[in-house]
Each structure stands twice: as C-alpha cells, then as structure tokens.
DNA sequence: TACAAACGTGCGTGATAACGTACAGATATG
DNA sequence: CATATCTGTACGTTATCACGCACGTTTGTA
C-alpha cells in the first residue's frame, strides 16, 4: 500500500527563491537597529562596500561574510536565511486532504507533498470484507523503507508475508515495508488506521 | 568551507563555529544517500569540482551556491546550517513505559524502541486547558526532524516559533519539529491527536 | 549661510569562488 | 586478466567576491 513519491519540485519549499531577498532583509534589520552601514560594517568585520552591494542585490556574499553579517545583527545565520524562506509549518485542512478510494477501501493523505519529507502519513478506512493492495496498490515499497500502522476503530488483520497479524482497536503494528503485505477488515463493521510510511534507504 | 584567517579579522562571536563543518555535513548527506559528487552535481547544479572543494572545506562558496547544494540534497540552507550550529537538546523519555501522563498531557508510544528506526509515532490526548511542553519535554527535537500531528478528536492549537495555528477535527500539520514549538487545548472537550517525529538528520 | 561630518555607492584592483578538463586509482564487467 | 566505467581531486582559466578609495549628496551644527 502506499503513494507514488512525488517528483522533486523546480523551486521547493524552503529554498531561497531570490538570494536579494535576504538582502534586502539585512537592509530592513540595519535600519531597525539604526545602524549605517559603517557602523554593522564596524560589527560584522564586513566593509561597507560590501554591505552595500548585498543589500541591493549585486553580489551573493560568502558563507563566511554571510555568517559575518548576521552575527553584526546578532543572529545566526540559519535564522537570518529562516526569515525569508516558504513557511516551514503547512496545515493540511481535512478538507484539502488528498483523497482517494479502491473499492471498499479509504484513502486520504494527512502530509503535504513537500519534497525531502521523509515519512508519508495517511489515513485508512477499510469497509467490511475489504481489504487493501488492489491495482496500483504494490505489496510492497522501496527498499529501506518502513511502515507503522495504528488502529483507531475496529479490527485489523495485516498480512505480512503471508502470515496474518489480528489488531485491536489501539493496537500498533511496525514492519519492513519492501516485503510483501497487505491488510484486510474481517469484521462486520468499518476499521479506521493510520498508516505511516519512512523512506527507505536509497532515494533516487 | 576553511577560509584563511591570515589577512581578516578573527570571526566575531555568533558565526558559524567551524566553517568546514558545513562541508564535513553536506559529505556526510551525499553518502547517506548515496550519491556520488557527480550525482549531486546534477541535482543540485553545482560542479562536481566545486562540490568536492567545499566539502573538502577548501572554499566558503557563495550563498546563491549553498542553497543549490542544500536543495540537492532536499534540504533549505537554513536546515542544513541548523545542523552544525549551536547544539540542540535531544529529547529523550525518562521511562521507558508505552504509556505516561504529565499534568493533563496523556501520551502513548505507539511504536517500539526499535534500533534504526528512523520514525516515532504517539498517541497523545490534552484535557481541556492543557498544553505540552512541561517539565521534561523539551519545545524541540534534534536537528533536522521533522513532526506531522493529526487531529483525531476535538481542537488543538499549535504554538511554532510563538505563532498559533488552529486546527480543527481531521486536520494535520507538518512542521519542522527542531524549533521551538508545543500544543495546547484551548477548547473544553479533551483533545486526541496522533504525533509523527521522523528522525533527525544527524543521525548515523 | 557656510562648513564639517556622515552617508551610500561607483570604480579599480587583488583574492578567491566556480568551473571544465584531465589524471590516477578503485570498481565493475566480460 | 583486460578493459570500461566510476570516482575524487589537481590544475588552469574565467567570473565574481571583497575591499580601499574617492565622489556626490544629505544631514547636522555654528
């Protein structure tokens, strides 16, 4: 059971769509602090000149200069670069969730899509008799990769290899995801679980 | 990335504590995944040649350059730097029951202490007027991990970097979890939500 | 008003980042 | 074993970072 991993992004969420940005950020902390440009150049051990030019977007500074001039505003780096990147937090409303069904099976993602997210979170509902690994529904996953599943309601057969593992509602169940496996509901009434997928080991 | 101290002033407080260390961890990162510096070459669009320098600490490349690499390797710079700045507390339960209360905090381990487990998934309900984050819960988590929490039952709100997010029955919410953040329960119902925390990235 | 000081930026220059090419060693394959 | 391919790095070249100096403009002061 899972989802096809999302293809990588052209511009992905966190990166720094346009490094004048964080220019024009050093800018708007300077004239907050009140500082001219040769006083932060007095701080940072950054020459004014310099400052200028990153301020207006002429030039990318260095990893060293750069850590120079968020340390003269007293920040570190990673948190000056923090201020202008995509929100870190993404709220996934139940309403905007990704869902999809495969006969008396529910599906419904609970992650975003965000790139370099190591674990897939989605949400299950299997109706009685039914059961999950349909078409386009693999058995298994990539190599490395891992799978807990929570029972929130009802009873949860997983079979694992082709032996069968009864879960009771609240009952927690971690296996190896790249070996054959698939869940059933036997029981007369729906079964609610969440399933969570790690990445495997080798990502191409 | 060593630059030279020879001709400019010692670093100033704050920077960055060993430029070469960013190069020892983007190294560390390419082999986790398994990529040859020609490999991330092409993901990240920067030469192979200039990823071996930085990596080999000799150049401190430019900003514009180390977000390329970071977003090769699916990282923003602002997490890649975090990972080598200053060091963070690694949450760590004090016992090592499945289940445990804090105040009106109510939190159940739902995956085992598996050694190479690279995700950890709990159960947690806040009575009304309850948060996390008390005596013995940190407000962050290792470098680079990541948190996904869903909303089962009731209202919960999310506390990021001291901004709020409300959440409602069904929702979720994906995070970088190595800032600082909690849970409260501002409603009058309990409130009952399931945790995600993948690994960091430090990690062997 | 005149003058001094402060400010941001253009210009030229040296240092170094960034890359392409080629090499030596390691690994894979028939 | 021989050959092909992959890998990391040295070297030379080009592009650009980083700075000192000087300029024109703005601001402060007597």
Request: avoid cysteine.
């Amino acid at each position: 059971m899972g989802v096809t991993a999302e293809k990588r992004q052209p511009e992905p969420a966190g990166t720094l769509s346009d490094s004048s940005a964080v220019g024009a950020r050093v800018k708007a902390l300077r004239e907050a602090m009140d500082f001219s440009l040769r006083d932060l150049a007095e701080r940072s051990g950054v020459s004014a000149t310099m400052l200028s030019q990153v301020e207006r977007g002429g030039t990318s500074p260095t990893l060293a200069v750069a850590s120079k001039i968020a340390s003269g505003l007293d920040l570190s780096l990673s948190r000056l670069l923090r201020l202008d990147e995509t929100p870190h937090v993404v709220v996934s409303l139940k309403n905007e969730h990704r869902r999809h069904r495969r006969g008396g099976h529910q599906i419904e993602e609970l992650t975003p899509p965000l790139p370099g997210l190591r674990v897939d979170v989605s949400a299950h509902v299997l109706d009685p008799g039914s059961a999950t690994g349909g078409q386009g529904d693999s058995p298994m996953h990539e190599p490395g990769s891992r799978e807990t599943a929570v029972v929130l309601e009802g009873l949860l057969v997983l079979v694992f290899e082709e032996e069968r593992h009864q879960l009771d509602e609240g009952d927690s169940v971690t296996f190896d995801a790249d070996l054959p496996h698939h869940f059933e509901n036997e029981s007369d009434a729906p079964t609610r679980f969440v399933a969570v997928i790690t990445a495997g080991l080798r990502r191409g």
